[in-house]
């Protein structure tokens, strides 16, 4: 789905941010043969092969260097204000045009946080939203993940970052998750930004 929505082909630049080790990157690059990055914190910094690594907030590469980026089950776990600064940098990353899709954007009637004890415990710096009803999850084995209601949603990503993107919300059918009464399907929205 995040692949349709941004319309890859062979001349585009992708960015998959907050990688990790995501095969993303290589799918890209052989189904559509555009030139793809992983990008993450956890790489050496700097952009070498196919890799750019540092903080996603403030990506080594210049302005327009892209026209597609994807968040893939990463935008929740950018704590404090980075999920502000992140669309901050996608408005200078990437072209007039681009295409940003975060999938599976995740979303409540509240605004929420998940967060495994034993990593929230270990972490003296970890810091919830003020408003977030927080959610153990013990064994999930990742320190934060938000949860975005309608209206922090609007607040923190939508309204502070309408300037630079025409965004669109979508909702993805319930048959894409018929029969998974386990929740291994656990895609229910995801976010669209075009670059102004």
Known sequence: MATRLLELGPKSVFIDVAAASSPLPEITRRVFGCRSFAQD???APGVR???IGGDACAMPV???FADAAALTCSLEHFEGDADIRLFTELARVLRPGGRIVVAPLYLNPFAAALTDPRFALAADDLR???DAVIHCADGWGNRHGRFYSPE????RILR????AFDFRVFRVGEPLAAGHTDHSVYLR?????VRR
């Open 41 to 43: 914190i956890m790489y």
């Open 49 to 51: 092969a196919h890799e």
């Open 62 to 64: 210049e302005a327009g």
């Open 128 to 130: 919830f939203d003020a």
């Open 152 to 155: 922090t949603l609007q607040s």
């Open 160 to 163: 502070p970052h309408g300037d």
């Open 189 to 193: 929205f995801a976010l669209l930004g």
